[in-house]
Nanobody
Framework: VQLQASGGGLVQAGGSLRLSCAAS????????VGWFRQAPGKEREFVAA???????YYADSKKGRFTISRDNAKNTVYLQMNSLKPEDTAVYYC???????????????????WGQGTLVTVSS
């Protein structure tokens, strides 16, 4: 499967963005898809994930502000980000894998397929 992340851009603090992760290939609905982000000088961190049945999981600091969803008919996963803060500035990556389980969902090392990343910049 190939992933294409899009939707990043420059937004003011308090604003919103919706990121998209479009996938090619069959059986995308069977993949767990995660969003990760990496800020300059920092390690890549987990943001949110959605499993094939629609179960969602968020990093604690993202709960209430970010919403992950999927449209299997469009082979696309979305990340709606609201109330953005300057510290949300990062390159956001989507990743997918068919073998993710609950205990590995937040670990980037378990995802085999990655998109190219989309830059989100939040100005203060």
């Amino acid at each position: 499967v190939q992933l294409q992340a899009s939707g990043g851009g420059l937004v003011q603090a308090g604003g919103s963005l919706r990121l998209s992760c479009a996938a090619s290939g069959r059986s995308f609905s069977s993949y767990t898809v995660g969003w990760f982000r990496q800020a300059p000088g920092k390690e890549r961190e987990f943001v949110a994930a959605i499993r094939r049945g629609g179960f969602t999981y968020y990093a604690d600091s993202k709960k209430g502000r970010f919403t992950i969803s999927r449209d299997n008919a469009k082979n696309t996963v979305y990340l709606q980000m609201n109330s953005l803060k300057p510290e949300d500035t990062a390159v956001y990556y989507c990743a997918a894998d068919q073998s993710i389980i609950m205990t590995t969902m937040t670990s980037s090392q378990y995802y085999d397929y990655w998109g190219q990343g989309t830059l989100v910049t939040v100005s203060s």
